[in-house]
C-alpha cells in the first residue's frame, strides 16, 4: 500500500479526481493475466484488492514479488513505451484500476503541472521500489528502509484519503 501512497502523495485532488473520471476498473479472477511478458500494455494500472504475482517466466510457479492493494503496476513500460519484461497473473480475485496512456499523455500535453506531478509521482514510486529490492538482495541499510522525506511524507498523508476514495468510488461501479 505504501507505494500507491508515494504515487498518489505527489498529485493534487485535481489531478486524482480527473484519474477517477478518466480511469476504469477491472476485475479479475484467478489465473487471468493483467500484463504478457512481451506484450505491449496501453494502460497504468493500480491495485484496489485482490493479489498478483510477478513472474519473469510463463511459469506462474516461478514468480518473483506479490503485488497487493495500492500497488502501482505497468510503470516501467508506461516510462519507456517498452514491452514488459514480466507477467502479471492474478492469484486471488483482484480489482484494478486502470487508466489509459493515451488519456495521461493527452492531459500531459495540456496541463504542466499534471505531467510534473505524475513523473516525480513516479520517480518516487521507483525509487521506493529500487531500494527495497536492494534491500531483499542484502545490499541495503535495514535502519534506512522506512526513512522518507519529509515532503514526501506531508503528500502520503493526504494519499490515503486519495487511495480510499479511489477504492469507494469504484467500489459503487
Known amino acids: ?4 501512497l508515494f504515487f498518489l502523495g ?3 485532488d485535481r489531478d486524482v479526481e480527473w484519474m477517477l473520471q478518466n480511469g476504469s476498473k477491472l476485475s479479475l479472477e484467478t489465473g487471468d493475466r493483467l500484463i504478457n511478458k512481451g506484450e505491449a500494455i496501453d494502460s497504468l ?37 517498452r514491452p514488459p519484461s514480466v ?5 486471488k480475485p483482484s480489482d ?34 529500487l531500494r527495497k529490492t536492494t534491500d531483499q538482495l542484502g545490499f541495503g541499510n535495514p535502519e534506512e528502509e522506512d526513512m522518507v522525506e519529509m515532503g514526501v511524507l506531508d503528500g502520503v ?17
Do not use: P, W
Open 10 to 12: 505527489q498529485l493534487n
Open 96 to 129: 484494478i484500476f486502470q487508466i489509459s496512456r493515451d488519456k495521461i499523455s493527452a492531459r500531459m500535453l495540456t496541463n504542466a503541472d499534471f505531467k510534473a506531478n505524475f513523473y516525480y509521482a513516479l520517480a518516487l514510486f521507483l525509487s521506493n521500489r
Open 45 to 81: 494500472y493500480i491495485v484496489l484488492s485482490g493479489q498478483l504475482a510477478v513472474c519473469a517466466t510463463t511459469n506462474s510457479d516461478e514468480c518473483i514479488a506479490t503485488l497487493g492493494a495500492g500497488e502501482v503496476v505497468g510503470e516501467m513500460s508506461f516510462l519507456e513505451s
Open 157 to 173: 498523508a493526504q494519499a490515503g484519503s486519495r487511495f480510499t476514495k479511489i477504492l469507494h468510488r469504484f467500489s459503487e461501479v
Open 87 to 91: 507477467s502479471v497473473i492474478v492469484t
Open 1 to 4: 500500500m505504501k507505494r500507491a
